[in-house]
């Protein structure tokens, strides 16, 4: 059995093969591409009715207009997202990400992705890590 895992494992290596997303995987990645991209409609479009936003930052449960207002000006610094580790159960994605901001600095967070049963990010839970005052947040 070892040895199978052993060679699976080699295969999927060698040929870069790698089990595939979830679609709340894709969701996740589909909403931190909007602020790459500056998007909001992409950001937008993976939001459930009645999604709420919660932060450190004086954030709690705000609606998507308070979100849009409050932390969408943030994406004009963001450069590139590293996704360092996902896991996925039930209806929740927790998060450990990078985003690498247009002046070089990195910001690291835990963010907590809750979904409805069609998908849709019904909510989102951050906890600031290291770097997590973002270029232009006046808090």
């Not at 059995?1 to 494992?9: A, F």
């Not at 896991?87 to 910001?107: A, F």
């Amino acid at each position: 059995m070892l040895r199978l895992i052993t060679s699976l494992l080699l295969i999927c290596m060698v040929t870069g093969t790698y089990a595939q997303s979830t679609q709340k995987e894709k969701v996740v990645k589909a909403y931190y591409s909007g602020f790459e991209r500056k998007d909001w409609n992409a950001v937008a479009a993976q939001f459930a009715d009645g999604f709420t936003f919660t932060s450190p930052n004086n954030d709690d449960h705000i609606s998507i207009k308070k979100f849009k207002e409050k932390c969408w000006g943030t994406a004009k610094f963001f450069k590139k997202v590293i996704y360092i580790k996902m896991l996925e159960k039930s209806n929740d994605v927790m998060l450990l990400v990078e985003i690498i901001t247009t002046d070089d600095k990195v910001i690291r967070n835990v963010d907590v992705f809750s979904f409805n049963n069609k998908d849709k990010i019904k909510s989102i839970e951050v906890f600031f890590g290291a770097g997590s005052k973002y270029p232009g947040n006046k808090e």
